[in-house]
């Protein structure tokens, strides 16, 4: 049955190919500047329209109890990376492990804009944040990167390493960029079983440099699946900032060449991160193919628990987290908007003691058994 919409797919590419072709021919002949321009112009219009309807509503207008949603979410996103920070420092924690301090908004903001059980989700290695906005159990996460039975992966995925099929989030995978063809394939299966779905694939500024990204971009937008692009640009690549490495820093263009509308959005305001993501959900879902949308963000802590940032001032870092904080920032408003700070207080309290429960579970539970060596390793039969 893959093949038939595979062939499918072919026929209508050589069909594109020969209007392309002809279309070419007959451009050269009938080559004016004043034509190549307002074709141009034209796609900008139609590039740039999601970007223009952002614009004119910049924030989701949350009620007082969504927002409060939104702010616990993001605190325990942050709580429980900081104790995981900790538990590492403890040697509790071993390999890589990739803390999601700072870039909260961009999780929970996507994540409350989706459909929950019809939506899909990949990312890659920096996961825990996601798994929580997407309403995974702390137990089993803690559990997983302390190489616990009780993990989500039974102790042997660890950080980088965690799925959860029944929340339909693929990963957590530890190759830069390789869920993002991966999760083409997530959309081509929600086109293929028209189950409404659509993929929502995550990946960094680094990731965007990589060809595998724009293979992908190509056959998804020639496809028309149901796919949103998310690049989470956290400044960052390792110790590579995105000025030295990247000849385009406005990522969200990096769909042109693809006919993929690009939106810029502050990673940093969960109520922006929703509205854009409403938009761009409603645009892939009615069929139009996919959209990228370019997250300015900023991680806090080092790439990952093993990197003393060096490359960059303790200043830069200070500077982000005293203007752009997205928990500070929420908090600031839902205070604005009259919520108590004892409340807040509260919260807080709540939020550190469910993560210390959390800790205490993956701490008790027992390693995997040497017996569980070679179970889940490969698929058993096909
Ligand atoms: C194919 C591949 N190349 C290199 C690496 C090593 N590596 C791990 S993370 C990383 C940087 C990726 O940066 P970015 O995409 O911006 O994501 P961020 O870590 O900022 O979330 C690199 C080069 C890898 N894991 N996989
Ligand atoms: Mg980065």
């Not at 137990?139 to 302390?146: G, Q, R, Y």
């Not at 957590?172 to 086109?191: C, D, E, R």
């Not at 928990?327 to 207080?345: N, T, V």
């Amino acid at each position: 049955m893959p093949c038939a919409v595979l062939r499918r797919a072919r026929r209508r590419n050589d069909l594109l190919a020969k209007a392309a072709s002809k279309s070419a021919a007959s451009s050269k002949k009938n080559a004016e500047p004043a034509v190549t321009d307002s074709a141009a112009s034209d796609d900008n219009f139609a590039l740039r329209s999601l970007q223009d309807e952002h614009a004119r509503q910049k924030r989701f207008d949350a009620s007082t109890e969504e927002f409060l949603e939104f702010y616990q979410k993001m605190l325990l996103i942050r709580r429980f990376e900081e104790r995981a920070g900790q538990l590492y420092g403890l040697g509790l924690i071993g390999g890589f492990c990739h803390l999601y301090i700072g870039q909260e908004a961009v999780a929970v903001g996507i994540q409350s804009a989706l459909d929950e059980g019809k939506d899909s989700v990949i990312t890659g290695y920096r996961d825990h944040g996601h798994m929580l906005a997407y309403g995974i159990d702390p137990k089993i996460i803690m559990a997983e990167l302390t190489g616990r039975q009780a993990g989500i992966s039974h102790g042997k995925g660890g950080s980088m390493h965690m799925f959860s099929t029944d929340h339909a989030f693929y990963g957590g995978h530890g190759i830069v960029g390789a869920q993002v063809p991966l999760g083409a394939g997530l959309a081509f299966a929600h086109k293929y079983r028209e189950d409404g779905g659509v993929c929502v694939a995550y990946f960094g500024d680094g990731a965007a440099n990589q060809g595998q990204v724009y293979e992908t971009f190509n056959m998804a937008s020639l496809w028309g699946l149901p796919i949103v692009f998310v690049i989470e640009n956290n400044q960052y690549a390792m110790g590579t900032s995105v000025k030295r490495s990247s000849a385009e820093t406005h990522f969200y263009r990096r769909g042109t060449a693809f006919r993929i509308p690009g939106m810029q959005v502050d990673g940093m305001d969960v109520l922006e991160v929703r509205q854009a993501t409403e938009i761009a959900v409603k645009h892939v879902r009615e069929g139009n193919g996919p959209v990228l949308m370019e997250l300015s963000t900023y991680r806090y802590r080092g790439h990952s628990m093993s990197d003393p940032a060096k490359y960059r001032t303790r200043e830069e870092v200070d500077g982000v987290r005293q203007t752009r904080d997205p928990i500070e920032h929420a908090k600031a408003e839902l205070i604005e908007r009259g919520i108590a700070e004892d409340k807040l207080k509260q919260i807080d309290a709540d939020i550190r003691a469910r993560v210390t429960e959390a800790a205490d579970f993956a701490e008790n539970s027992p390693e995997p058994a040497p017996s569980e060596l070679y179970t889940d390793v490969l698929v058993g039969s096909y």
